[in-house]
């Protein structure tokens, strides 16, 4: 058995009339194939580029270790060289990824090599954020704090995708005070014994390729695999849904810093108990014995 997950839409490319009309204001993800085909980066972005441009500087390193009560909110496992991290993409499967990275800053030639579409929403022009992954290496699912509508731009390989919207919560066990599901929840071949709610979960899936726009809604759930050695870029326009940036602002001011209090006094104890309560909370809200 698997996942109940239907095709995310396609299309070739999009005015942004129809994307408002069809997709934002649904609330709906859509994949855009050839909307960046006049970008320089479409033919320039790829590991050996970011290499040549960015090979000196010291990125930040994750991986999908589980979430120690030591580890700060967003807290790198490790940092390399740009370089040494690229020859280790191509080289073998790696767990470790860049995430969340804003390599435009440190990187300002890169700038040049596209340009914040117009989609009818106010991008967030200071923060493109940019992610890579080596084989098989994937993301926990997760939404993002900020509740963002997300533009996720991919280069080079394949990515895979899996999205849920906010109405799935009571069926995906979700870890509270947090932004995750249980870590242990292998959402490309799930244990349906072990995590049975997630047989009612509904959601989108799809491979996401180079040049390829992945639209991804306010507060969407989102579990990313890299099939093959590549990144992306990200850019962001704020929740517009009321509720949702009220929840943002909610979750940066105080869940964040609440969160991080809790690691510092209960230890380990706190993220055991928040482990816990994602399985009992979704199994009661469900009426699972």
Do not use: C
């Amino acid at each position: 058995m698997a996942l109940n997950l239907q095709d995310i839409p396609r299309v070739k490319t999009i005015t942004k009339e129809d994307f408002i009309k069809l997709y934002f204001k649904p609330q709906k993800p859509v994949v855009i194939e050839r909307f960046i085909e006049d970008w320089p980066a479409y033919t320039k972005w790829n590991l050996d580029y970011m290499k040549a441009v960015g090979g000196s500087l010291t990125v930040p390193l994750y991986d999908d270790r589980p979430v120690d009560y030591k580890d700060g909110f967003n807290e790198p496992h490790a940092k390399m060289k740009l370089a040494d991290y690229v020859d280790l993409l191509k080289k073998e499967p790696t767990r470790y990824r860049i995430f969340l990275w804003n390599a435009i800053k440190e990187i300002p030639q890169l700038q040049k090599d596209f340009s914040f579409p117009d989609f009818g929403l106010k991008l967030m022009k200071g923060i493109p954020m940019l992610f890579f992954g080596g084989r098989d290496s994937y993301t926990f699912m997760h939404y993002d704090i900020d509740l963002a509508n997300i533009f996720h731009f991919h280069f080079e390989g394949k990515k895979q995708i899996i999205l849920f919207d906010q109405k799935q919560n009571k069926y995906l066990y979700k870890i509270p005070h947090s932004l995750i599901t249980r870590e242990d929840i292998d959402f490309a071949n799930p244990d349906f014994e072990k995590w049975p709610m997630l047989k009612k979960a509904e959601g989108y899936k799809t491979d996401l390729n180079h040049g390829e726009v992945l639209y991804m809604p306010e507060g969407y759930w989102h579990y990313m695999r890299y099939i093959t050695p590549g990144f992306s870029m990200s850019l962001r326009a704020i929740a517009r849904n009321p509720k949702n940036f009220s929840k943002a602002i909610y979750n940066l001011v105080v869940m964040r810093n609440f969160d991080n209090v809790m690691r510092r006094v209960k230890g380990q104890k706190w993220i055991d108990w928040k482990n816990e309560q994602a399985i009992i909370k979704t199994h009661r809200n469900n009426k699972v014995a």
